[in-house]
């Protein structure tokens, strides 16, 4: 199986997500979408955030929530969220919150 040209098509849309994309800036996460033919939701987290465990949970809990709600994760839209170094210390309901709002700010259904 070659796995090269799925992920140059991705990254040619990485691209025009950032030349493109409409972005929110919350408190805890950035978020970023564009319409696209390849349909995912990218979570991004820096190494300065904390160790691997606490980037772990972050990704975790961010992942849950896009599973239990559908309109978090549209089809046929790039969707890149960014977790803030300061996010921390924050909870579930915390990234549950923030990514309601940055959702309901770029209307995507």
């Known amino acids: 199986m070659f796995l090269g040209r799925p992920n140059l098509r991705l990254r040619h849309e990485i691209r025009r997500l950032f030349k493109s994309g409409r972005t929110h800036r919350g408190r805890l996460v950035h978020v970023r979408v564009c319409r696209s ?3 995912a939701t990218l979570i991004s987290i820096r190494r300065q955030f904390g160790n691997a465990v606490k980037r772990n949970k972050a990704r975790r809990r961010i ?3 896009c599973r239990s709600h559908a ?3 549209p089809r046929g839209r ?3 969220i960014t977790v803030s170094d300061r996010a921390t210390p924050a909870t579930f309901v915390d990234y549950q919150q ?3 709002a940055a ?3 770029l209307d995507t259904p």
Do not use: E, Q
């Open 37 to 39: 033919k390849a349909s």
């Open 78 to 80: 790039l969707v890149l």
């Open 71 to 73: 309109w978090l994760n």
């Open 98 to 100: 923030d990514l309601t």
């Open 103 to 105: 959702f309901s700010a």
């Open 63 to 65: 992942r849950d929530i």
